[in-house]
Every structure is written in C-alpha cells, then in structure tokens.
C-alpha cells in the first residue's frame, strides 16, 4: 500500500518526535544514576570492582565505562521503540485506508475493489471485504433475474391465456346475444369456446406444474423402477398416436435391467413431453427411439430421437426456456403451451441428473443424465453450463 505524502511526513514526525523524548528520558536516567553513584561512596567503590572484575572477547577487555554500556543499551531499546511505535501507526494507517474504501463501496460502488496489498492478518481482512462483495454482488444480479424473470412469467401468462379467453368470451356473447342463425352455428360457437377453454385449461396445469417442480424442495415419491421397462411400456401406450402419424415408435433398452431410484410419475411425464412432442413437430420424420443405457454403476443414459426436422442452432440454447417455442404459429396451432421442455429439465434437476439436446440433418436427441441412487446427484458438465442448456 502506497502511501500519501502527508502521512509520510506524518509518519516521519512522529518518529523525530518519539527519538527526541527518548533521548530527553536518557539523558534524564542517566544523570539520576550518576548523581546516586556520587552521593554514595559504597555503591561507587562496588561498581569499581564489578568493572575491574568483567573481561570481554578472547583479549580480556576490561569494562572501564559503565556509562558507555547504559548508553549502548538504552539505544537499542531506543530503536526498538521507534519501530514499534513507527509500525503501529503505519497500521494504522492501512485501517484508516481500509475503512475508507468500505465507505466508498458502501455509497454504492459495488463494482470497486479494495485495491491495494498489505502484510499480515490484515490482508486477509481485505481479501475477505472484497471476497464478500463480490458475494454480495452476485445475490443482486441473481435477485434482479429472478424478478425480472417472475415478470416475464407473468407477462407470457397473461398474455397466453388472453387469447383463449378473448375467443371464449367473443363466442359467448354471440351466443348470449343470440347472433346465431341456427343450430349448427350454436354447435359451432360451443364447440370453439370447449376447445378454447381446454387449451386455457392445459396451460394453467402446465404452469402449476412448472412452478411445483421449479421449487427445489419438491417432495419426491422414490422408490426403485427398471427404467428400460418403463421405456418399452411408454413406447407401447404411443404406437396407436404415432401410426395415426405414420411413424413407428421403438425401445431399444438391452436385455439387463436398469434400476434406478426415481419418482416414476415424474420421470413418465418427462418422457411424455418428449414423445409428444416428436408427435407433434416431427413433420416427415418416420421414426421415433427411446434408447436407454448404463453410462456406469451410478450413472444412466435415455435418449428420445426423431428424425423429423432440424432444430435452428440459434434455437439448442434456448429450447428449454419457459415459454419458448421453435416455430411460433406452429405451436399455437398444435396447442402447445411452451412449458413443456422446461417442465422435463425442472423434473430431470430434481431427481440430480441433466438433460440436453442434439440436432443435426439426420436426428433429433433430446438427452437425458440420470443418477441410479437419488442421494448421488450427477455433476452438469461445463460444456452445458456455458451453452445454458442446464440447470
């Protein structure tokens, strides 16, 4: 740490200050003892013997001063003090500049930091102030996103279910109004405003189930499961869908069984978002895969591919945003509510696994990590946590 000019000369001052009173208390203790030694011819005669009696060094040098050796050691003790006392106000300093640059980042600079290195305990003490701004900093920016993303939330809620709603409340006006010709026209109007108040129905319980599954505390029913079995017996429940598509949907999950710790209900809605959506945005795909595998003893593989359409690159990184959709139009006409991938990355992060997606010409993989044992969560690679495609 650099110091100013100022507390330079002060530090010089008081040094000057402080050897010019020691010196004043030497020179006083020294001609106190010497007036004691005069005035006492008993205590004189003693230390006449003591210095006649003590040889230094190897050529027996006689102690003749005892004034000269008073005088070496108090300036010994002397330069002792000076330091002492030169150290500590120079620590005093660097607490005085320490608190300063606190009160700078207290009025609001949080992007300072406290600059300068010191020695000792004291520079743990700075590290630690810096270590805890920047703690400090990022609960902000986290507390601001999270705002900003209960905004966000509300805004694409709000304006989801204004749509049916609108639609809902103009078709029963007609029909409250009797703007209608015949029965068919009633049919119709009815029939429109079922269909809006299913869609408004899907996106409220989709929207209750991401907000459940966002919560880290969700409650999980554990229990042990053979995910390949559940795999083949999801695969069989869409056969009848996916023909009515003209596509095929298979399980390829080996012949060892694949235990694992999970809640089944979740893990089941995971795979139910997937198919469906492969169902429904596959266009020209011919072939659904649910493929499971053990990566290791604690570890489990599931992907469900579909070789319909390329997913936009733009797009990988942002599919599992809440809300978002690839192809806008086609998603409203589909019925879809945005929720659905965000709801299966909520579930895969509860159960201490990730998931992901690859898309190229030829497939589409949604990927999915899994623990075998719920108590051993998996680690996120880097490589997801920097594309943002991970919790």
Same mark, same amino acid.
């Given at each position: ?35 004691? #030694? ?9 230390? %006449?013997?003591?210095?006649? $009696? ?7 040098? /006689? ?7 008073? #005088? ?5 003790? +002397? ?5 002492w006392r030169l150290i500590r106000r120079y620590k005093q300093m660097q607490l005085h500049h320490i608190i300063?640059?606190?009160? @700078? ?10 600059? %300068? ?5 004291? /520079? ?26 209960? +905004? ?14 609108? $639609? ?10 009797k703007q209608y010709h015949s029965e068919d026209d009633l049919l119709k109007y009815t029939h429109t405003a ?38 083949? /017996?999801?695969? =069989?429940? @869409? ?8 596509? +095929? ?12 710790? =999970? ?10 978002n997937l198919v469906s959506n492969a169902l429904k945005y596959g266009d020209g795909g011919k072939h659904i ?6 990566? $290791? ?22 599919? %599992?945003?809440? %809300? ?30 990730? #998931?992901?997606?690859?898309? +190229? ?13 719920? =108590? ?13 495609? =991970?919790?």
């Open positions: 740490m650099k110091l100013t000019t100022r507390e330079k000369s002060a530090l010089f001052m008081e040094g000057v200050v402080t050897v010019i009173l020691l010196l004043m208390l030497n020179l006083a203790l020294l001609v106190l003892i010497v007036q004691a #030694i005069e005035s006492n011819p008993g205590l004189r005669d003693g230390i %006449f013997i003591i210095k006649r $009696s003590v040889v230094l060094g190897p050529h027996h040098y /006689q102690l003749w001063s005892w004034e000269n050796l008073f #005088i070496g050691l108090m300036m010994v003790a +002397d330069a002792l003090v000076v330091w300063e640059e606190l009160h @700078f980042i207290a009025n609001g600079h949080f992007d300072h930091r406290i600059p %300068f290195r010191v020695s000792g305990d004291v /520079q743990r003490v700075v590290d630690s102030v810096n270590a805890l701004v920047d703690s400090v900093i990022h609960s902000m920016d986290e507390e601001r996103a999270i705002e900003k993303s209960k +905004d966000e939330l509300i805004t694409n809620v709000s304006h989801d279910i204004r749509t049916p709603l609108t $639609s809902i409340i103009g078709y029963l006006g007609l029909i409250e109004d079922f269909l809006k108040s299913k869609q408004m129905k899907s996106l409220v319980d989709d929207l209750f189930e991401y907000t459940k599954v966002r919560q880290t505390d969700t409650p999980l029913s554990l229990t042990k499961i053979d995910l390949g079995a559940m795999l083949e /017996q999801l695969a =069989a429940s @869409f056969e009848l869908e996916a023909q009515k598509k003209g596509m +095929d949907i298979g399980a390829n999950v080996g012949a060892t069984p694949l235990m694992m710790e =999970a809640d089944p209900e979740k893990l089941v809605r995971i795979f139910n895969n649910l493929v499971a595998k053990r990566i $290791s003893a604690a570890e489990l593989e599931v992907r469900v591919t579909n070789d319909g359409p390329k997913i936009p690159k733009k797009s990988l990184a942002l599919i %599992f945003e809440r %809300f978002y959709r690839v192809e806008e139009s086609r998603s409203k006409e589909t019925g879809g509510t945005g929720l659905g991938l965000a709801i299966a990355q909520s579930i895969v992060a509860l159960h201490g696994g990730y #998931i992901y997606v690859e898309s +190229d010409d030829a497939l589409t993989s949604f990927v999915i990590h899994l623990p075998t044992e719920h =108590a051993h969560p998996l680690a996120v690679p880097q490589r997801l946590k920097t594309a943002g495609t =991970a919790n």
